[in-house]
């Protein structure tokens, strides 16, 4: 179940459930983001697990944006992703360099932090916006469906780190409710949040018949509708931002030369970094000035 989400309807259709695994997801994006700050990359991996089960709500050729501002509010952390389950984020290096010792991603958020998120097509966009109450990641983002959408929804994560870099485990759920049904389902679906743990957590030997019993033990009548995946894309390379440098000064570039630095380049949608050496560099030189 690796970057996979399985779609469910649960309490005989009245519950739209999502269950994601997004463990290589989140690994392979966090070695793009190469800051120090352990708690502005705990809540990266949480915003990128709401926006991966996301991803699986949209259709055609929408896509949704998030942008989080915090208590700081020089420090965001945007993340987007479409219908076809590609995902993207970074966290701003305002936010990654920050050397304030936060101790928690609640103090990181503050009394101050909301959610933007924009739901755009070819056609239109619709922005909503909310504050973080619960300083909470996966409580914010349903709070910000109960009040942008009138949808009731419950969003749970779980993110096991390994030390502080890589992270062993990570998964979650999106519930749903669908119009007309009674709201305590969704408590029901919080409270068995532990009892699905070993579909979530250890799902490589599941097959989706296991999973069908599992969801109908703990969700009463349940179907499983679909399945998707989410992985990593950002259309940046290298050749863009080698194009970009043309732009630069060339004395700028000769500064570069003199202190023996390579440049780097960041990209602003998924925090790659692309490096630039001294060949680079002059060969930018040579045709600037030829
Ligand atoms: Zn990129």
Avoid at 120 to 147: C, E, V, W
Avoid at 187 to 211: A, D, G, M, R, Y
């Amino acid at each position: 179940m690796q970057n996979r989400i399985i779609k469910a309807l649960i309490f005989n259709k009245q519950v739209r459930l999502y269950l994601l695994n997004n463990t290589h997801l989140l690994n392979e994006i966090l070695h793009m983001n190469q800051g120090s700050n352990i708690i502005s990359k705990e809540a990266l991996a949480n915003s990128i697990s709401v926006m991966s089960m996301l991803s699986a709500t949209l259709k055609g050729n929408q896509r949704l944006s998030a942008a989080l501002s915090f208590d700081q509010p020089k420090s965001k952390i945007f993340v987007d992703t479409d219908a076809h389950g590609n995902v993207r984020g970074y966290a701003n290096d305002f936010l990654l360099s920050s050397s304030k010792n936060y101790s928690t991603v609640k103090e990181l958020i503050g009394l101050k932090g909301s959610i933007r998120m924009i739901k755009a097509n070819d056609f239109n966009q619709f922005t909503g916006i909310t504050d973080m109450p619960y300083q909470d990641l996966d409580r914010d983002f349903s709070h910000y469906f109960k009040q942008s959408d009138q949808t009731e929804t419950l969003i749970k994560t779980t993110i096991h780190w390994q030390g502080n870099k890589e992270i062993k485990n990570s998964y979650g759920i999106y519930a749903q409710l669908l119009p007309q049904s009674p709201t305590h389902l969704l408590n029901k679906v919080e409270e068995h949040f532990q009892s699905i743990q070993c579909v979530l957590n250890e799902p490589k030997t599941l097959i989706n018949s296991e999973i069908f019993s599992l969801l109908n033990q703990y969700f009463g009548e349940g179907e499983i509708i679909g399945e998707s995946n989410v992985q990593f894309f950002c259309g940046c390379s290298k050749e863009m931002f080698f194009g970009l440098l043309h732009s630069v000064d060339a004395a700028e570039l000769k500064g570069y030369l003199h202190s023996r630095d390579p440049i780097i380049s960041t990209c602003n949608r998924c925090g790659r970094n692309y490096s630039f050496n001294e060949e680079e560099i002059k060969l930018i030189l040579g045709e600037l000035n030829g």
